[in-house]
Structure formats: C-alpha cells, structure tokens
C-alpha cells in the first residue's frame, strides 16, 4: 500500500497509507495538536467531505508546522552568520 506525502511543510517523505504525516513529524506535534485530529478523523474523509472540526485541527497543526519551519530556518541562518564571523 502506498500513502501520500507527509502534510508537514517541505517534507518529502511519504506517509504510511491512511496517514496524515510521517512519523517523525507526526510525534513532533504536541499532544494538543494531534488528539483533534484523531477525534475528528474518518477513514476515507478527503478536502470536500471531512468535517469543519477535522479542517480547523488540520489548519493549527499546518500553521505550527510552518511556525517551526521558520524558527529552523532563522536559526539556520544565525549559525551560518556565526560561522562566518569566526572565519
């Protein structure tokens, strides 16, 4: 069985089938963040036929996504400045 790619922002890995995301990501999120999804999850759901509830859950978890991309990149940055500085 083949899945789709793991929701996570950038990530190129493909989730298990009937996964949201892969498994390094998925146990990254904070707990808050993944129990709305399980609760509001329906096997087979697609964009037109989950529910308002499972829409805003998936909305927060892609906006914390996002918010820790952007960390790791500004920090990425800051060490390469760092970096050059040193040289």
Same mark, same amino acid.
């Given at each position: 069985?083949?899945?789709?790619?793991?929701?996570?922002?950038?990530?190129?890995?493909?989730?298990?089938?009937?996964?949201?995301?892969?498994?390094?990501?998925?146990?990254?999120?904070?707990?808050?963040? *993944?129990?709305?999804?399980? %609760?509001?999850? /329906?096997?087979? =759901?697609? !964009?037109?036929?989950?529910?308002?509830?499972?829409?805003?859950?998936?909305?927060?978890?892609?906006?914390?996504? *996002?918010?820790?991309?952007? %960390?790791?990149? /500004?920090?990425? =940055?800051? !060490?390469?400045?760092?970096?050059?500085?040193?040289?």
């Amino acid at each position: 069985m083949t899945g789709q790619r793991c929701a996570w922002p950038g990530c190129p890995v493909i989730a298990q089938h009937g996964r949201l995301m892969c498994y390094r990501h998925w146990v990254s999120l904070p707990k808050r963040l *993944r129990t709305p999804i399980w %609760e509001h999850y /329906a096997p087979g =759901q697609t !964009a037109l036929t989950c529910t308002p509830e499972y829409r805003a859950a998936l909305r927060e978890v892609l906006a914390y996504a *996002r918010c820790v991309n952007t %960390e790791a990149e /500004a920090e990425h =940055q800051r !060490a390469e400045a760092d970096q050059e500085t040193l040289w």
